[in-house]
């Protein structure tokens, strides 16, 4: 039996085109601790967040919940956070290298999206339609690499400040915001590491600019996953300009979970495409 893995930033809670288990990053403060599993109630710990003025931070997941969430399959395929980001595809790749010492015939193949939240989606569906055509471990392993390299993330955040705090973007990019209505509109390197494009000015400058991007990276209609913290709102309006732009196209919105949640904090919304 084959297995799709994931990390807490792919912002699924189930999966019903293959067997999927999540594997939850952590958020904390110094005085709480919360496990980005399934039934986290996001605006109640962003309400607690916004609320707490000492530091918050997140932690990746240990082995041994990679190690449990292997267990029961023989072709395992591992989608993690982005590398450039997060130790959280080390130690996916630590658990890979024990449960292969301890299991010797199962086949574990961790992939790196370089990328957060809709990334991870289309990762796991597209390895899920592989399995659907018959292709092998091996070809899945090497065609997945390459599929993600046809990918592009992009972001439009409110707040770059839990980000910017926990070292994940230069503090210079995020002291521009947070005033005035003023939106970072941002894209993943290919290093997978945060990329600023522009600042905008409310919402509808933030929508032309995002568009104008899309279409410079030579999107031509393909899938889209849209994730969102509490922005259906946006992401709507988001979704409404594509299809008018490009047709019909198999695009779904998504909310965001606790990893991505905290760090693309209310507001936010990230968007992943195929080119
Ligand atoms: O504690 C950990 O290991 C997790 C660290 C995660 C850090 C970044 C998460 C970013 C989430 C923000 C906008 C999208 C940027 C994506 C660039 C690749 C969402």
Redesign the pocket.
């Known amino acids: 039996m084959y297995k799709i893995v994931a990390d807490s ?1 792919c912002d699924l809670k189930s999966f019903p085109d293959a067997p999927f288990v999540t594997v939850p ?2 958020l904390s403060t110094d005085e709480r601790s919360y496990v980005d599993q399934e039934d986290l109630n996001i605006t109640e710990v962003l309400d607690y967040l916004y609320s707490h003025h000492g530091r918050s ?4 997941p240990s082995t041994q919940s990679w190690l449990d969430a292997f267990e029961g399959a023989d072709e395992i395929y591992v989608v993690t ?2 590398s ?5 595809f080390s130690t996916a790749n630590v658990a890979k290298e024990q449960y292969l010492s301890e299991h010797p015939e199962v086949k574990i193949c961790v992939v790196d ?5 809709p ?1 991870l989606v289309l990762l796991i569906e597209k390895i899920a339609e592989y399995k659907a055509q018959g292709k092998t471990f091996e070809e899945i392993e090497k065609d997945i690499v390459l599929y993600q390299k046809s990918l592009k ?1 992009y ?1 439009a ?1 409110q707040s770059l400040h839990n ?1 910017a705090v ?1 070292g ?1 973007v230069n503090k210079l990019v995020a002291s521009a915001i947070g005033i005035m209505n003023i939106r970072i509109l ?4 290919p290093e ?4 600023p494009i522009a600042k905008c000015r409310g919402d509808k400058r933030v929508l032309e600019k995002l568009i104008e991007e899309i279409r410079a990276c030579g999107y031509k209609g393909g899938k889209i996953r849209i994730c969102h913290v509490e922005n259906l709102e946006l992401a709507n309006v988001i979704a409404e300009k594509i299809r008018e732009i490009f047709g019909n196209v198999d695009l779904r919105i998504i909310p ?1 979970r606790g ?2 949640s ?4 209310r507001g ?1 919304i ?1 968007l992943g495409c195929e080119r």
Not at 57 to 60: L, N, Q, S
Not at 84 to 88: E, P
Not at 113 to 117: A, E, V
């Open positions: 930033s990053l952590s931070y997140t932690a990746c956070i982005t450039g980001l997060s130790g959280t999206s370089l990328s957060t939240g990334g993330l972001f955040l980000l926990n994940r941002g894209t993943a390197s997978g590491t945060i990329d965001a990893l991505c905290f760090y693309a904090e936010g990230i």
